[in-house]
């Protein structure tokens, strides 16, 4: 194979891959899902990538929900710099609370579709279609979504199209990517799947030791195949539940309208999105845009008062600390405790989908994410604080 150059994508550099890489995000993947499950003895591959591979504890985008961190796996960078930092926001200009799913929002380009202009075979798989269109933008390569799999992917994968609440729904993306390697050999594929599992199964328990040792089959393929497998998640999940097994939310919307008159303060939820089943659109992140005459460091300091709340922080504060556009996120920014969860108004959440006690992500308690290889890493400098968006970097710079 003649030499193919290095890449620089957003001011990173990645060598040219040597084998197939396949990188995998799997959706609200804590560490302990795979520890539980490779001790119950149920997922013998990932037990190997531990053991003879390479594994790290990494941190994820602040709010720690899907679309911000996936976007960080695929350029490399922060939102600072791409520009997604949730589901939804409120667009200031078009002064309209929006989806975010639109790729004219993303502010950088791929390292997948750098690689494919750059003459790579690139594949992309999602569960949930929300994040095709951002994951896909200026690709040229195979994106398709098994939420919205057209005919052609279902012969192909030789699956049912699942429903979109369901664990077959990341099982089919794991099917397509062994039969995409089998197929067209991609240079470059990424995958990623769904947490409907997580959002309902802890680590532990059955349903999630099933999940993760269906995966642990087709990872095992794909390795078999020679691929280099890079694994990472773009968040944690913890129970968001108190004892009587009500969601522990914390309305700031009602709690706003008490203290500055109603409907003066705005609170957008960036977990917001249309499959709210799983979680009632409660997660532990929120920003509020403050009416001009508000004051801000005293609304601030009132916020920090309230239990639950582990951290308010001014629209600045938040956007350096995370590495965040200050121009897509209010005056303030709202993280609560591990297993709280931060809601608008009461009255404007249905949980009547809620068939399992809440389990949600958004905050800083769901930073800590898997980083496993299924090869050795060499030349990492061992302070380097690691990032689920370092995953291209490792695979392709220091394996
Ligand atoms: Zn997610
Ligand atoms: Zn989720």
Known sequence: MPERPSLTVNGRRYRWMDQPLVVVCVDGCEFDYIHQAVAAGVAPFLGRMLATGAAFEADCVVPSFTNPNNLSIVTGVSPAVHG?????????????????????????????????????????????????ALLGKDLAGTCFSAEKADAATLELVGRPRPSVYSAELSEFVFAA????????????????????????????????????????????????????IALTADHGMNDKFGA??????????????????R????????????????????????????????????????LRRVEGVQLALSNAQACARFELPPDRLGDVIV?????????????????????????????????????LFNRRTAGIPGERRLRNFDVMDIALNHL
Not at 85 to 95: I, L, S, T, V, W
Not at 104 to 129: C, E, H, N, Q, S
């Open 263 to 302: 409907g003066t303060a705005r609170v957008i939820l960036p977990i917001t999105d249309p499959y709210v089943v799983h979680h009632g659109a409660l997660g532990s992140f929120a920003t509020v845009y403050l009416p001009g005459n508000a004051d801000v460091q005293a609304t601030i300091d009132r």
């Open 335 to 371: 993280i609560s405790e591990k297993n709280v969860v931060l809601g608008t108004g009461r009255a404007r959440h249905d949980l009547s989908g809620l068939d399992a006690p809440l389990r949600s992500h958004g905050g800083l308690s769901e930073q800590a994410v898997p980083l």
């Open 244 to 261: 009587d097994g009500q969601p522990n939310a914390i309305y700031l919307q009602d709690l706003l309208d008490e203290w500055l008159g």
């Open 84 to 132: 997604i930092c949730g589901n939804y926001f409120y667009d200031r200009e078009a002064g309209a609370e929006v989806m975010m799913n639109d790729p004219k929002y993303l502010r950088a380009g791929t390292i997948l579709a750098a690689f494919a202009a750059a003459g790579a075979r690139v594949a992309v798989v999602t569960a949930k279609d929300k994040l095709r």
């Open 177 to 228: 990517g062994v039969k995409l390697m089998q197929t067209r050999c991609p240079d470059l594929m990424y995958l990623s799947t769904t947490d409907y599992v997580q959002h309902k199964a802890a680590p532990g328990s059955s349903a999630a030791n099933d999940f993760y040792a269906m995966m642990d089959g087709y990872l095992a393929q794909l390795d078999a195949l020679g691929a280099t």
